[in-house]
């Protein structure tokens, strides 16, 4: 006991001693003030460039011609039909998500079953596959002469150029969001609590609606919030599948590229400025959730 007394007293006089010379090496006591300052100013400066001044350049472009203008331009019919279309297909695309990416989570993260590093490289495939080719993959499925294409068609099913397609591209490129932010975290918490709710009396459902999803609020939120900012912007997949029908199939990413194309910039900046207003947003609520984990609530990112 003796022994181990000392090393455990002696060891941070051991860790201090050899941390000491990497301190007095560190770059933040040995960069001067001036290198800081230049550092600072190159970093503000990247940031003004590629990012301010984009979004102050959409911001003017829309209210160049005057509020009336630009309201107009919202009020039409193809603006507002597109605005629809994106609300419907991020409510169907988020909760698709949200409960696979909860049902992989607890899988992944709970159980050990063969296979389960292949699923957790099917997850991760959309971020390896360009959108573009996503929705190539969905014609070759469902198009006129895709594999299921003559059965749709018999039954006079429309998936490709329709709604049905631009909701499924949809789910596809966004699906990953959720199950990625809880997985980590879920295979961090581990299974005590849950292993005790169940050797309380608990039933599997009751210990994932009382135990494991408090446990996990925080993060499925976060989840959430980039699936859903993911689904509004969402250009490739959804171009290749949608055909660009004017009031039925075009989202407000491909009502921007039409109004562009057309040389209406008043009207394609207004209409992209509601995409730049859902990515601000998306940034508060990101930083509020994330001052949230790092606060070490219940449920917090990489708590």
């Given at each position: 006991m003796t022994d181990v007394t000392a090393a455990f007293h002696?060891?941070?006089e051991i860790a201090m001693t050899k941390a000491r010379p990497r301190r007095a090496r560190g770059p933040a006591t040995s960069e001067s003030p001036l290198v800081a300052a230049v550092l600072i100013a190159v970093a503000v400066a990247f940031?003004?460039?590629?990012?301010i001044l984009p979004l102050g350049v959409v911001f003017a472009e829309a209210f160049r011609n005057g509020a009336k203008v630009y309201l107009a331009a919202l009020a039409n019919p193809d603006a507002l039909a597109a605005m629809r279309l994106t609300?419907?297909?991020a409510a169907i695309a988020v909760p698709a998500n949200v409960v696979f990416g909860l049902a992989a989570a607890w899988a992944i993260a709970k159980f050990r079953f063969p296979g389960r590093s292949f699923l957790i490289t099917l997850i991760?495939?959309?971020f390896s596959v360009s959108p573009v080719v996503a929705g190539l993959m969905f014609v070759l499925l469902f198009g006129a002469q895709g594999l299921f294409g003559p059965f749709l068609k018999a039954h006079d099913v429309a998936i490709i150029f329709a709604v049905p397609g631009v909701v499924l591209a949809t789910i596809f490129v966004t699906f990953p969001f959720v199950?990625?932010?809880l997985i980590a975290l879920m295979e961090d918490q581990g299974t005590a609590d849950e292993e005790t709710a169940l050797s309380l009396g608990a039933s599997g459902f009751?210990?994932?609606?009382r135990v494991t999803l408090p446990n996990v609020k925080w993060a499925l939120l976060y989840g959430v919030l980039l699936s859903n900012a993911r689904a509004m912007g969402e250009f490739g997949a959804v171009s290749v599948v949608s055909g660009h029908i004017r009031g039925e199939t075009n989202t407000l990413p491909l009502q921007v590229e039409i109004l562009y194309n057309e040389y209406a910039i008043s009207a394609?900046?207004?209409v992209a400025s509601l995409l730049a207003l859902l990515a601000l947003v998306t940034l508060v609520l990101k930083t509020l959730?994330?001052?949230f984990a790092s606060a070490g609530l219940p449920g917090g990112r990489g708590c």
């Amino acid at each position: 006991m003796t022994d181990v007394t000392a090393a455990f007293h002696g060891a941070p006089e051991i860790a201090m001693t050899k941390a000491r010379p990497r301190r007095a090496r560190g770059p933040a006591t040995s960069e001067s003030p001036l290198v800081a300052a230049v550092l600072i100013a190159v970093a503000v400066a990247f940031l003004g460039l590629f990012l301010i001044l984009p979004l102050g350049v959409v911001f003017a472009e829309a209210f160049r011609n005057g509020a009336k203008v630009y309201l107009a331009a919202l009020a039409n019919p193809d603006a507002l039909a597109a605005m629809r279309l994106t609300l419907v297909a991020a409510a169907i695309a988020v909760p698709a998500n949200v409960v696979f990416g909860l049902a992989a989570a607890w899988a992944i993260a709970k159980f050990r079953f063969p296979g389960r590093s292949f699923l957790i490289t099917l997850i991760d495939l959309p971020f390896s596959v360009s959108p573009v080719v996503a929705g190539l993959m969905f014609v070759l499925l469902f198009g006129a002469q895709g594999l299921f294409g003559p059965f749709l068609k018999a039954h006079d099913v429309a998936i490709i150029f329709a709604v049905p397609g631009v909701v499924l591209a949809t789910i596809f490129v966004t699906f990953p969001f959720v199950a990625r932010e809880l997985i980590a975290l879920m295979e961090d918490q581990g299974t005590a609590d849950e292993e005790t709710a169940l050797s309380l009396g608990a039933s599997g459902f009751s210990t994932f609606l009382r135990v494991t999803l408090p446990n996990v609020k925080w993060a499925l939120l976060y989840g959430v919030l980039l699936s859903n900012a993911r689904a509004m912007g969402e250009f490739g997949a959804v171009s290749v599948v949608s055909g660009h029908i004017r009031g039925e199939t075009n989202t407000l990413p491909l009502q921007v590229e039409i109004l562009y194309n057309e040389y209406a910039i008043s009207a394609a900046f207004a209409v992209a400025s509601l995409l730049a207003l859902l990515a601000l947003v998306t940034l508060v609520l990101k930083t509020l959730l994330e001052s949230f984990a790092s606060a070490g609530l219940p449920g917090g990112r990489g708590c």
